[in-house]
């Protein structure tokens, strides 16, 4: 058995193939991760794994989106991190790469706290 710890299978990129990918996943027995990166695809990740037993879902909050100002979305997503479907909190924490100034450094480490 494989397991494939970071999966993005709900984005749009696979919406001609998705079915298909998973198909030969489980066929050559993969266990896929989906990362959810904000409340809808996390709950698209859930929805993947409700309908794919090879499947399974992480909640969480990719650090680009937490660093836009939507305290609903955010609140969303922390929600949706304390649900028993998800099999861990991925996709978050402090990404650098993405964050040029202190500034967004700076908020980063706020929303993560």
């Known amino acids: 058995m494989h397991v494939d710890i970071h999966a993005h299978l709900f ?4 919406n001609d193939d998705r079915e298909d990918v998973l198909r030969r996943a ?13 409340p809808t695809t996390n ?3 859930k929805q993947l794994a ?8 992480t909640a969480g909050l990719y650090p680009e989106e937490a660093q836009r100002p939507d305290q609903d ?11 028993n479907e998800f099999i861990g909190i991925g ?9 040029s100034t202190e500034d ?8 993560f706290k």
């Open 11 to 14: 984005h749009d990129a696979f």
């Open 26 to 38: 489980e066929d050559n027995d993969v266990t896929v991760v989906n990362n959810g990166l904000d």
């Open 43 to 45: 709950t698209a990740a």
């Open 50 to 57: 409700r309908h794919h037993q090879h499947c399974h879902a």
């Open 73 to 83: 979305q955010k609140q969303a997503a922390y929600q949706q991190m304390r649900d």
């Open 91 to 99: 996709e978050v924490g402090l990404d650098y790469g993405y964050a």
């Open 104 to 111: 967004e450094r700076q908020r980063q480490r706020t929303v």
